[in-house]
Nanobody, 126 residues
Framework: QVQLVESGGGLVQTGASLRLSCAAS????????MGWFRQAPGKEREFVAG????????RYLDSVKGRFTISRDNSKSTSFLAMHDLNPDDTGTYYC???????????????????WGQGTQVTVSS
């Protein structure tokens, strides 16, 4: 039973950078593929980035490719989402999640993730 806690969100201006962290406890972090999702008010929660268990395989939402970088440190049971050149469309609550479906497969579907953090707010002003 893994518990996830996100941190690192904040209020920034267009063009700024943030690094989100996801700390895991209560389970073997390396058993899971993991992903970052975000949800804006009135919108569906959408996949942003994901990483296989080792971090060797990554996948990104098209609109964040080249701007966001996902990484993980299994020795510290922590995942990171580095975000740069932020714009207002990046505003939302960001969630870390893990999937036990296949630790080498990065799903973009919410249904494939079994454990979720509480979220951290990212607000980008123009």
């Amino acid at each position: 039973q893994v518990q996830l806690v996100e941190s690192g969100g904040g209020l920034v201006q267009t063009g700024a950078s943030l690094r989100l962290s996801c700390a895991a406890s209560g389970g073997a972090f390396s058993d899971y593929a993991m992903g970052w999702f975000r949800q804006a008010p009135g919108k569906e929660r959408e996949f942003v980035a994901g990483a296989s268990w080792s971090g060797a395989i990554t996948r990104y939402l098209d609109s964040v490719k080249g701007r966001f970088t996902i990484s993980r440190d299994n020795s510290k049971s922590t995942s990171f989402l580095a975000m740069h050149d932020l714009n207002p469309d990046d505003t939302g609550t960001y969630y870390c999640a893990i999937s036990s479906r296949n630790r080498n497969y990065i799903s973009e579907n919410r249904e494939d993730y079994q454990h979720w953090g509480q979220g951290t707010q990212v607000t980008v002003s123009s």
